[in-house]
């Protein structure tokens, strides 16, 4: 059968939030993933799930991707992962022959991917950024530590990294000596690229999501995240709407503008100790915390649809404000990770990271996955959970067991 779209990454958050969405609208879905665990997969809205050779460089994903839309005539390709997205980017040319891929540009997204990059077009537009420096290697590293200070956050300048035929996700972390800055650099610089070593701010983060195409501004939606997962900075897992902020709504648009960013990005900021933004990054795919807005009255998956398929885009002039969100597996974890980091640079205290996630569950919140009327998606996700903590305690059981007796 034909499918309207075809929506990558079924494992994720967004990915299932995006066929529900278009599903609603009476578009035929269908999603792909490397395991028939996806939750996506369960959606009533999706008509077809398609298991998949898992994302390398050894083209097994692309040419089963390019059997699967000549047999389907999928009309709009949706991908989230930034594996996904960096494969499809090689291979863009030979890909979008056969189907329209819900990204930016290519311009755009060379830009928009690479936070060095994007941090000197903010710079150019007169954005306030992070201090920090790039740091190509481990000999860099003192001169950073002496002109940033510590602690300090490490960033790999883009968040994939391919190492032979495998790729692999780098995220930020938090440095707090010397040694450990050599040891951070050193490991996000293993396979190639360079590091950013910034200033730490642990104030609030925002984020400010758009879709935009054509010089036109289709919707906008800004949400604040109290817990992120890691506990310094990741995916939001517990967030609420906000009225657009002046400061960060104005400096995201014109970034977005500037970059002609087309499409769905999400742009987020962190606040000082003087409550002034800073940039942070760009995301130029469906974000993981996109449910909230589209749960508030801006459906971003729908609007990507109809921008990637040519059709007139709906404009969104508003959306509800002050509703919470949560994604409870990963609150569960980044509570057990603040636990186990306890006394490290922006990790609130033992006592404080239980109580604020007890007193979560009494405040009225919405949760990622749950939907009554497709009530499956959230039963495969926290059973995959159950079953992935369990298998977890047991081998760490079994590790400390090892190491006991020998």
Same mark, same amino acid.
């Given at each position: 059968?034909?499918?309207?779209?075809?929506?990558?990454?079924?494992?994720?958050?967004?990915?299932?939030?995006?066929?529900?969405?278009?599903?609603?609208?009476?578009?035929?879905?269908?999603?792909?993933?490397?395991?028939?665990?996806?939750?996506?997969?369960?959606?009533?809205?999706?008509?077809?799930?398609?298991?998949?050779?898992?994302?390398?460089?050894?083209?097994?994903?692309?040419?089963?991707?390019?059997?699967?839309?000549?047999?389907?005539?999928?009309?709009?390709?949706?991908?989230?992962?930034?594996?996904?997205?960096?494969?499809?980017?090689?291979?863009?040319?030979?890909?979008?022959?056969?189907?329209?891929?819900?990204?930016?540009?290519?311009?755009? &997204?060379?830009?928009?991917?690479?936070?060095?990059?994007?941090?000197?077009?903010?710079?150019?537009?007169?954005?306030?950024?992070?201090?920090?420096?790039?740091?190509?290697?481990?000999?860099?590293?003192? &001169?950073?530590?002496?002109?940033?200070?510590?602690?300090?956050?490490?960033?790999?300048?883009?968040?994939?990294?391919?190492?032979?035929?495998?790729?692999?996700?780098?995220?930020?972390?938090?440095?707090?000596?010397?040694?450990?800055?050599?040891?951070?650099?050193?490991?996000?610089?293993?396979?190639?690229?360079?590091?950013?070593?910034?200033?730490?701010?642990?104030?609030?983060?925002?984020?400010?999501?758009?879709?935009?195409?054509?010089?036109? &501004? +289709?919707?906008?939606?800004?949400?604040?995240?109290?817990?992120?997962?890691?506990?310094?900075?990741?995916?939001?897992?517990?967030?609420?709407?906000?009225?657009?902020?002046?400061?960060?709504?104005?400096?995201?648009?014109?970034?977005?503008?500037?970059?002609?960013?087309?499409?769905?990005?999400?742009?987020?900021?962190?606040?000082?100790?003087?409550?002034?933004?800073?940039?942070?990054?760009?995301?130029?795919?469906?974000?993981?915390?996109?449910?909230?807005?589209?749960?508030?009255?801006?459906?971003?998956?729908?609007?990507?649809?109809?921008?990637?398929?040519?059709?007139?885009?709906?404009?969104?002039?508003? +959306?509800?404000?002050?509703?919470?969100?949560?994604?409870?597996?990963?609150?569960? &974890?980044?509570?057990?990770?603040?636990?186990?980091?306890?006394?490290?640079?922006?990790?609130?205290?033992?006592?404080?990271?239980?109580?604020?996630?007890?007193?979560?569950?009494?405040?009225?919140?919405? +949760?990622? +996955?749950?939907?009554?009327?497709?009530?499956?998606?959230?039963?495969?996700?926290?059973?995959?959970?159950?079953?992935?903590?369990?298998?977890?305690?047991?081998?760490?059981?079994?590790?400390?067991?090892?190491?006991?007796?020998?």
């Amino acid at each position: 059968m034909a499918f309207d779209a075809l929506v990558l990454d079924a494992r994720l958050r967004q990915s299932l939030v995006a066929v529900r969405s278009l599903g609603r609208r009476a578009l035929s879905v269908a999603a792909l993933e490397a395991s028939s665990e996806a939750p996506a997969f369960s959606s009533r809205w999706c008509q077809r799930g398609f298991v998949c050779p898992p994302v390398d460089t050894t083209g097994a994903y692309l040419a089963f991707l390019e059997q699967l839309l000549e047999r389907t005539g999928a009309r709009v390709l949706i991908p989230s992962h930034d594996g996904t997205i960096a494969l499809l980017r090689q291979h863009r040319a030979r890909v979008e022959q056969r189907v329209c891929i819900a990204l930016a540009n290519e311009r755009a &997204m060379t830009i928009a991917v690479n936070k060095e990059r994007t941090l000197a077009v903010a710079k150019r537009l007169g954005i306030i950024v992070p201090r920090g420096l790039v740091v190509r290697t481990v000999d860099e590293v003192p &001169m950073a530590v002496k002109e940033i200070g510590l602690p300090a956050v490490v960033k790999p300048s883009e968040s994939w990294l391919w190492h032979g035929q495998q790729g692999m996700r780098v995220v930020p972390q938090v440095v707090t000596s010397p040694d450990e800055a050599r040891r951070v650099v050193a490991e996000l610089t293993r396979w190639g690229g360079v590091t950013l070593f910034q200033q730490l701010l642990s104030g609030r983060r925002e984020a400010v999501s758009f879709l935009y195409a054509h010089g036109n &501004m +289709y919707a906008r939606f800004a949400q604040w995240a109290k817990r992120t997962e890691p506990p310094l900075g990741g995916n939001s897992v517990l967030r609420q709407s906000i009225v657009v902020p002046p400061d960060t709504g104005a400096q995201a648009e014109a970034l977005v503008r500037e970059l002609d960013l087309e499409g769905y990005s999400e742009v987020e900021f962190r606040r000082d100790s003087n409550c002034v933004p800073c940039l942070m990054e760009i995301n130029p795919r469906l974000s993981a915390s996109v449910e909230i807005a589209v749960r508030c009255g801006v459906d971003f998956p729908y609007l990507l649809y109809q921008w990637a398929n040519g059709e007139s885009i709906d404009k969104v002039e508003d +959306y509800r404000i002050g509703d919470w969100m949560r994604d409870l597996r990963g609150d569960i &974890m980044t509570t057990v990770a603040a636990l186990q980091q306890r006394g490290r640079p922006g990790v609130a205290p033992p006592v404080r990271v239980v109580l604020d996630f007890g007193l979560s569950f009494f405040r009225r919140t919405r +949760y990622d +996955y749950v939907d009554w009327k497709d009530p499956l998606p959230a039963v495969k996700a926290t059973t995959h959970f159950a079953r992935s903590s369990a298998a977890k305690v047991v081998r760490a059981t079994l590790s400390r067991l090892r190491r006991s007796v020998s």
